[in-house]
């Protein structure tokens, strides 16, 4: 723990009164081209931080780049109560401009060759130069614009950005017409050490700022961005967030070691604890020891989302009796009186987890299921029990489709999913809903199957969260997610744009990760019209729309593997069918995407291409359609015999190995292709005099087409 070395060096003549101006001499540093901007506000969500000056220094760069005076180097800083942006390398000036100009003809009508000269800014037709264009003899004149200086520019480009800065939520105040995320008190906005005027109505533009609220609340003027930086240092303000972050993940696993445990890593906790607080101190607290008999999860929940404090770990991976917390101040008795405030806050927490612990478990968890009947899912849907009848008879054909799933369990588990959400537990703390169901569950002689489905049917929640792999939890959470997806497909509630208030984009990832993950041959088209048919009314079935949106999702999901969304495309809508079988789609892809990376895939889709273009050409010409047999009598030339001999081959050969889903042999049978295809193109006219060779060329250039299209649908590859 510290505290009491960060107090030491705090003086009065580091934290400036109102009025004094003595320390505020300005000394640029010449020919550094240094812009010093801070933006002071009341505390900013800490949540939005890194976003806006992430976004600020974007902005000013953009800008400084677009107006020719780019900084060399820019870097922003964030607290809970500024945004900090120091840009070095700003060239003094725009650089100067000239540009020819060409005027009227020489002996035009006297209006014409003064327009002429006003536009220029010349006083006289003499100053110009007379050229021959070989049109004539004009006149020309070049115009000197020199650049305007740096300081004349930049109040404009920074005003703009602090405008522009886009905020999730924002506030109007009094001081200024500016919407920002909380008042602003204040701006800092020096270059070269000098102070630029900003329009921003009352909120003060200068060169002085304040320190940390609690232990150096007063003024504190710089000259410098070097100054700046010193002085809020002094003034107990850690203003890089990267290095604040760092202190307070090394503090806290110290103080955990001094207490004899280990820190429960929780990143998302430390980046948010960060944006708190401007000068960190960790203290450690205690917990009483009757509360410690509480499931982990509640005291972790009760901790971490309601106090933002961090568990401690010992040994064996129990909990510790230990909680960490980070306070923005340094208390004058050594943080005891911080520790024992928060003791006590986090005692009353735990009191309250404590008695709806004690208080659900007087009732079965299976009790709870008909009082879901009185909370609602959705007003079109019906409630949430609603939900869980159409949930279980979804599980038990979804039971099918995963090993080791039993039918009456899956069902059971269903059954029980959402019970919880009855309990006094989750009402008090929502995050804890399916896991402290799991408590319950076994508490009752639940199967410990069952138990763990109800726990982990929501996972996963996100990209980062981990999937289930127990038959069980996968059959619960499938039923759950396809459940939502079809349902609210079918009332007309889609994602659009950015706007998914079900989060079904989510869901839908959701399902993705569940069926590929585990290696699942879920047919999804019959599994969502199963869900719809649970739903007992007439409206359109969504199956076929929410096959497009899955793919959707699905090209989302390995974009970040390097797989384009072509081959996705290619294989998805091959031979007109949508493929709903997500394992059997990723597996052609890996074959495709294979194929077209060797030289006879690259070459054949290009005499794919070519003959797909021939083909659709003489179609729309002649109003008709090339796709029937192929008369062999007409096949003239030896390279058309082998070619439909070949592709007889392969047709043939392909077919039984997609229905073996050998997709690799497939491929290879396309690879066949490339040679007699290629001398097709080489030595036979397909455009020739005879009508009947011609029709019979054009269908063997489709038989093409379509052969590699059972495949996979060519036409839909990029590049």
Partial sequence: MRGEGRGEGLSAANAMTPGDESNCTARPLAGKGELLLELLSEEIPAGMQRRAITELTGLLGEKFAAAEIPAADMRGYVTPRRLTVVAKGIPAGQPDRSEERRGPRVGAPAPAIEGFLRSAGIDSIEECEIRDTGRGEFYFTTINRPGRPAAEVLPELVRSAIFELPWPKSMRYPASSLRWVRPLTSVVCLFEGEVLP?????????????????????????????????????????????????????????????????????????????????????????????????????????????????????????????????????????????????????????????????????????????????????????????KVARMERLAEFLADYVPGADRERSRRAVELAKADLSTGMVGEFPELQGVIGRYYALQDGENPAVADAIAEHYRPAGPNDDCPAAPLSIVAALADKIDSVVAFFSIGEKPTGSRDPFALRRAALGIIRLVVENGLRVPLAAAFTNSYSTLGWHAPDPSPELLDFIAERLRVHLRE???????????????????????????????????????????????????????AIEERRDDRHYDGGIDPMLLRQSDERVLAERLAEVGEAAGTFLESEQFEAAMSELARLRYPVDDFFDKVTVNCDDAALRENRLRLLSRVRDTMNQVADFSQIEG
């Fill in 198 to 386: 900003l329009a921003l109505d009352r909120v003060p533009v200068g060169r002085t700022t304040r320190g940390h609220r609690f232990l150096a609340p007063g003024e504190i003027c710089a000259a410098n961005a070097a100054e700046y930086l010193e002085r809020l240092g002094k003034a107990h303000v850690v203003l890089d967030q990267d290095r604040r972050k760092e202190t307070i993940r090394k503090d806290l696993e110290a103080a955990a070691a001094g207490e004899g445990f280990v820190l429960r890593s929780d990143p998302g906790l430390l980046d948010e604890v960060t944006g708190l607080v401007e000068f960190p101190v960790v203290l450690a607290g205690a917990i009483d020891a009757e509360y410690m008999a509480l499931p982990p999860e509640v005291l972790a929940t009760a901790m971490r989302t309601h106090q933002k404090y961090f568990s401690c770990m010992q040994s064996d991976g129990t909990p510790a009796p230990r909680f960490l917390f980070v306070a923005n101040n340094i208390a004058a008795d050594h943080g005891r009186s911080i520790i024992a405030g928060n003791e006590r806050v986090l005692r009353a927490r735990l009191a309250d987890a404590r008695f709806f612990w004690d208080q659900d478990r007087r009732a079965p968890l299976a009790s709870r299921i008909e009082v879901l009947s009185q909370r609602v899912f959705h007003a079109k849907l019906g409630s949430l029990f609603d």
């Fill in 561 to 615: 593997q390097g797989i384009g969304h072509d081959l996705i495309a290619a294989v998805f809508n091959r031979a007109g069918e949508r493929e709903d079988d997500l394992v059997r789609l990723l597996a052609r892809v890996a074959a495709l995407r294979a194929f077209l990376a060797s030289e006879d895939g690259a070459n054949l889709l290009t005499a794919f291409r070519r003959a797909s273009s021939i083909v």
